[in-house]
């Protein structure tokens, strides 16, 4: 089965640039992609597909899969003549102008991890923007660290735990963000990854502490319980069953507060499914867009389903 290549290039909108990275011209609805965070990049949505396999290409079969490194992160730059310019609210209507270049008329948004956070503010702010929402790793309120903070106590060993405690107590850095992370690597996955994988991951993500600190207090306390119930979109919430991160209660929290929203474990996934199960993801994901067309509030058609 062929799998699409990757093409990659700035989108310049007013004042500065974004990096994007894109792949299929399928027939379905594009799919616009937004990476979790706050801080990080893009680059594992599409890493060494010798390495990892297809990831997001296998989805990019039956739809154009378009992910840009948000403002301050990656090879993305940041305006510099405005107040403050990494602030939460910026990054949500730099999808809505991502959306205006590229001329691509209504979207769905996949958000993974910190990314499900500026899916869900952009398709309340942004109705018509917004055919489907895909939930990935994600979570209605912070409490999700509570269980993460749990995993690290329960599955890394003191060396690791002793490490982690002493970047928590300090000012981020890029560094210590990414070392972070590489530490952590384990909770993120169902399985012991072997070292290709692991070093092909790492080199293909990067971290901004500066986006970090800006967001960090904005997103301290959020809860996105209360505003669930006005989304329209229909929405697909998918998490790995053995995600540490972000463990599965977390994202089942969005149950009974998403209109008509829809749930998909993956058994043999942690935090990437898409990295881990990327065949199975992308038929669920494509079956859902095809499929899941009803907005919230509307009646199925007669003899249909949604």
């Known amino acids: ?10 989108l310049e909108l007013d004042g500065f640039s974004l990096w994007l990275r894109e792949a299929g011209i399928g027939a379905g609805p594009p799919v616009v992609c937004l990476h979790g965070g706050p801080g990080m990049d893009g680059g594992y949505f599409f890493p060494d597909a010798g390495v990892w396999g297809p990831g997001l290409r296998a989805l990019a079969r039956d739809h154009h899969v378009i992910a840009y490194d948000q ?18 609210s910026r990054h949500v209507e730099d999808l809505e102008r991502v959306r205006k270049a590229l001329d691509l008329g209504p979207v769905a948004v996949l958000g993974h991890s910190f990314g499900s956070v500026l899916a869900i503010l952009h398709a309340l702010e942004h109705v018509e923007s917004v055919t489907h929402l895909v939930i990935v790793g994600g979570a209605p309120t912070r409490e999700f660290k509570e269980g993460y903070r749990r995993s690290v106590a329960e599955e890394l060993d003191a060396e690791d735990r002793e490490r982690l405690a002493e970047i928590e107590a300090e000012p981020p850095s890029d560094e210590a963000m990414h070392e972070r992370f590489a530490i952590a690597l384990p909770l993120y996955f169902h399985r012991d990854l072997d070292e290709r994988e692991r070093t092909s991951l790492l080199e293909s993500v990067s971290f901004s502490a500066e986006v970090n600190r800006a967001l960090a207090a904005g997103i301290e306390e959020y809860d996105l319980g209360p505003a669930l119930g006005h989304l329209r979109a229909p929405s697909l919430v998918i998490y790995g069953e053995s995600d540490r991160v972000v463990r599965p209660e977390h994202p089942l929290a969005f149950r009974g507060k998403l ?10 996934s942690g935090h990437f499914p898409f990295l881990e199960e990327p065949e199975p993801f992308a038929r669920v994901v494509h ?16 003899g249909g389903a949604g």
């Open 259 to 268: 209109p008509g929203g829809r749930f998909v474990a993956f058994a043999e």
């Open 71 to 88: 403002r301050g992160c990656g090879r993305s730059g940041a305006p510099e003549d405005v107040e403050q310019p990494l602030a939460l």
């Open 1 to 10: 089965m062929t799998t699409p290549e990757v093409t990659e290039r700035r």
């Open 287 to 302: 079956y859902f867009l095809r499929h899941g067309h009803r907005r919230a509030g509307e009646e199925a058609p007669a």
